[in-house]
């Protein structure tokens, strides 16, 4: 084991750990560590565009950007943090330009903006052009200019360090960061990394779906570290599904193709979204589009053979358009489905697409312990954490957007902090953890095998904890998802080896899936309601009364070491706008 | 029907798995912690042919061998990760059809498909290399936006021709299926590869940049962009279709008629 020392040590190379370590880097000494080679995050695979209010080609100011974030979060979006986030996308967006982002320009020269889902003038009177894009390679546009602008700072990397726990040391009654335990993955070897502030910046969880967007690196890592050192983990119940994802393989295909015109049609080639959204149509928010399109299928007016899916419409779109602002989702089209998008509409299905809970945190990137008590030196931003600017569900661009505003104020705060703090001392066997895991692994003899138990993981949670859920099927995935934990408990892994062994940490992100998909359902079982993202037919409506708050989950366990999760609430912080029914 | 002869005669329902095909996946297979030497093994799996190479390693480590190592994240052809030599050719396991590169006859691959690490880099194990010195070549050409002066309080601005000129090199995912494609860069890996002459030229063509004179002169080292030979390999490999060997000789070019 190796014992390393930072002042600061930030978690994931994807946009938000990248933008956050330009910050720490120039303030503190600092470490990245992260289970990809850091052009390998799946910021990469984020398409449409980063939302703010420039009105480059139209008027628009930041406050109809924080409304319609609040709007499209179904009102449980933490206003305070959605007016910061709206504030400064504005200057997020022209750093990134000055950083050297090749956005896409108007005829002027400036930044070019396109309209995206739920974004409106004045407070929903009609679309706007708000998302500020690089064809529909934005991410993979920011990816790269992070990390350009990483190299330029000299950003120490520890590329294929997998962090699996996080070390705590009580200090005077307080718990207190002392650093990260990482497994590298060349050597099998474990790390010991000392850090006087860790920022978490380790993306998503979504891979406990079958059909989804997500990669396969997306395990949940970092909440389930967090989780299990005691930390709640806030709103998971609250998991967007995109609506166009390719039918079958869950491949995102960006809502700036909608932006751009493209319609949603059911198989009588109905434009069905001005049934559900006169305004808006097919630009109404996420969960709303999704819903829609479930409704379609399940009654009887999806397309196919098996009417499982329905279309994305780009035919009336010039070709031309589709090559200048749609380049890559037209060829995936090509690529996996053999369709050509200029003449043929594209079979099209909800995906799972990202976390709006996390690791609940305050506007500073401050993880929170409880609803008010901040861990001191702990860190947390982009889709791992939980500001929340996102609510019960997010607008598409407001994750770009998200991991740069909170991004930058993370590494800005950790480095700051360090910069005053003490390293705290390790806890006893700092390692055990994690080296008791990844032996248990190892040596296990058990007859069960990851692929299987995860096969069955994503399953149950397809079926029963997706766009439409009740009582029965979430206690249905309840009881499935515990079957599976016991089962977990006799896996085995065929490598055995120490070097590059990706079998043994596909079982340990195995065990982080099972932890947060529990989380997801307990949580999602107790709200009995339906808000945005979370709908219950059981509870169709939005019950203000009883669930204007955000869920908070804390792992305990009793004294036979018997695990539990314990429920808890925290308020909605809410300034400028009272709740509204949610129509688009 | 047209052709009642070919119905089958037998009354059984069609069986489930019948859009799947035999297919024999031969796989370059490397364990220094096992045996120094790298060998060829094989895996015969029924799989459905739409499926990409991935589906298929995925099928083999999953169901077959778990030992089996490589790397991959996005699946679809955007993070970079699982560049291979697949049949011979650097390709990315996820975007690769195995209908695309199999003959078929009565639903079983004619022939094996190959699958190896890139070339040129240091295998650690099976289809892993390591990218190390593929990406200090990126680092070396300063990969970053150079610019003089106080910056602008908006954003700088560019016409859409300037954004033009560069797009097709901004596409670059850095998985090295070009670098690891060229025949100089396996004899010498000094070279520092069409990857890394692609992202200088990202930045050489961009109007708002000022460094182009200095990635020039690192270019023009004896082992910058004169090694290449133009043989073409590296624009075939590219799964993102940039057109490299166009944007080396683009740079060749700009050093040529550049003024001091």
């Known amino acids: 084991m190796q014992i390393h020392k930072y002042d600061t040590v930030i978690v994931g190379a994807g946009g938000a750990g990248m933008r956050a370590a330009i910050e720490a880097t120039k303030r503190s000494r600092t470490a990245v560590l992260t289970k990809l080679y850091p052009t390998r995050s799946h910021t990469g695979a984020a398409q449409g565009g980063m939302a703010a209010a420039l009105a480059n080609v139209e008027d628009d100011n930041w406050e109809w950007h924080t409304f319609d974030t609040v709007k499209g979060g179904d009102y449980l979006v933490d206003q305070d943090a959605a007016e910061i986030l709206a504030k400064e996308a504005i200057d997020s967006v022209l750093d990134l330009e000055k950083m050297g982002l090749p956005f896409n320009r108007t005829p002027e020269g400036r930044i070019d903006q396109r309209r995206f889902g739920g974004h409106s003038r004045n407070h929903g009177e009609a679309p706007v052009r708000r998302s500020c894009y690089a064809a529909d390679r934005t991410g993979h546009m920011i990816l790269q200019t992070l990390y350009q602008n990483c190299v330029k700072e000299g950003v120490e990397f520890y590329n294929e360090f997998y962090v699996l726990d996080l070390l705590l040391s009580e200090v005077d009654g307080v718990k207190r960061t002392a650093g990260v335990v990482a497994y590298e993955l060349a050597t099998g070897e474990l790390h010991v990394f000392r850090a006087k502030a860790v920022v978490f910046a380790s993306g998503g969880n979504g891979k406990f779906y079958k059909v989804t967007s997500n990669a396969h690196t997306l395990t949940g890592d970092g909440q389930a570290a967090a989780f299990r050192r005691g930390l709640p983990l806030e709103d998971m119940e609250f998991f967007q599904f995109h609506p166009t994802g390719i039918w079958k393989m869950g491949i995102l295909l960006t809502e700036g193709a909608r932006g751009e015109g493209g319609i949603l049609r059911n198989k009588d080639g109905e434009r069905f979204m001005e049934k559900y959204a006169p305004v808006m149509k097919d630009l109404a928010s996420r969960d709303v589009v999704s819903r829609s399109i479930y409704t379609e299928i399940r009654e009887g007016r999806g397309c196919g053979p098996d009417g499982d899916h329905v279309y994305l419409d780009l035919t009336h779109l010039p070709p031309e358009q589709l090559d200048a602002k749609l380049p890559d989702i037209t060829e995936f089209a090509r690529t996996y489905l053999g369709i050509e998008p200029y003449t043929d509409p594209i079979p099209i299905q909800p995906t799972a697409h990202y976390a709006m809970g996390g690791i609940p945190t305050n506007v500073r990137g401050e993880v929170l312990a409880d609803n008010t008590t901040v861990v001191p030196g702990l860190y947390a931003a982009g889709e791992v954490a939980c500001v929340s600017v996102h609510g019960a569900n997010r607008l598409g661009t407001n994750s770009l957007l998200d991991i740069n505003v909170f991004g930058r104020r993370a590494g800005i705060a950790a480095a700051e902090y360090a910069a005053t703090a003490d390293f705290v001392e390790l806890p006893p066997e700092p390692e055990r953890f994690v080296s008791t895991e990844v032996e248990r692994m190892r040596n296990s003899t058990g007859e069960e095998r990851v692929p299987v138990l995860r096969k069955a993981l994503q399953e149950t949670m397809d079926k029963n904890a997706m766009v439409f859920r009740t009582e029965q099927t979430l206690k249905e995935a309840l009881e499935d998802i515990a079957e599976l934990r016991a089962r977990y408990r006799n896996v085995s892994v065929q490598d055995k080896g120490r070097r590059f062994n990706t079998d043994l940490l596909e079982a340990l992100e195995l065990g982080n899936l099972l932890e947060l998909a529990e989380v997801l359902v307990v949580s999602a079982l107790a709200r009995n309601e339906s808000r945005g993202g979370h709908y219950r037919e059981d509870y169709p409506n939005r019950d203000d009364v009883n669930f204007m708050r955000h869920t908070m989950a804390y792992r305990e366990v009793d004294a036979d070491g018997n695990q539990s999760i314990r429920l808890d609430y925290k308020p909605v912080v809410q300034t400028r706008y009272q709740p509204m029914e949610r129509k688009y | ?260």
Not at chain 2, 20 to 47: C, G, H, K, M, S
Not at chain 2, 90 to 117: F, H, Q
Not at chain 2, 156 to 162: E, F, G, N, T
Not at chain 2, 216 to 223: G, K, V
């Open chain 2, 1 to 260: 029907m047209a052709t009642p002869t070919l119905e089958k005669t037998s009354g059984t329902a069609p069986s489930a798995d019948e859009h799947l095909v035999t297919v024999t996946f031969r796989i370059r297979r490397f364990n220094p912690e096992e045996a120094a030497e790298a060998f060829w093994q094989d895996f015969e799996i029924r799989i459905d042919p739409k499926e990409r190479v991935l589906d298929a390693l995925h099928q083999i480590k999953w169901e077959l061998d778990g030992t089996l190592t490589f790397r991959r994240s996005c699946a679809h052809g955007i993070c970079g990760s699982d560049a291979m030599r697949i049949n011979g050719k650097n390709r990315l396991a996820c975007k690769t059809l195995i209908k695309d590169i199999v003959g078929l006859k009565n639903g079983v691959g004619t022939k094996p498909i190959s699958v190896e690490p890139i070339k040129g880099l240091t295998v650690l194990k099976d289809l892993v290399v390591d990218m190390d010195p593929f990406f200090q070549a990126y680092r070396d050409v300063m990969p970053f936006l150079i610019t003089k002066g106080n910056e602008p309080t908006r954003e700088r601005l560019q016409s859409a021709a300037d954004r033009e000129r560069f797009d097709d090199t901004t596409k670059c995912i850095l998985c090295a299926a070009c670098t690891s494609s060229c025949p100089v860069f396996w004899s010498d890996g000094q070279y520092f590869g069409p990857a890394a002459i692609v992202n200088a030229h990202r930045f050489i063509f961009d109007s708002r940049d000022e460094g182009a004179e200095q990635r020039l002169e690192i270019l023009n080292d004896r082992d910058g962009v004169w090694r290449c030979r133009t043989v073409f390999n590296c624009t075939d490999a590219c799964p993102r279709g940039i057109e490299v060997t166009k944007a080396i000789q683009e740079v060749k070019q700009a050093l040529i008629t550049r003024r001091f």
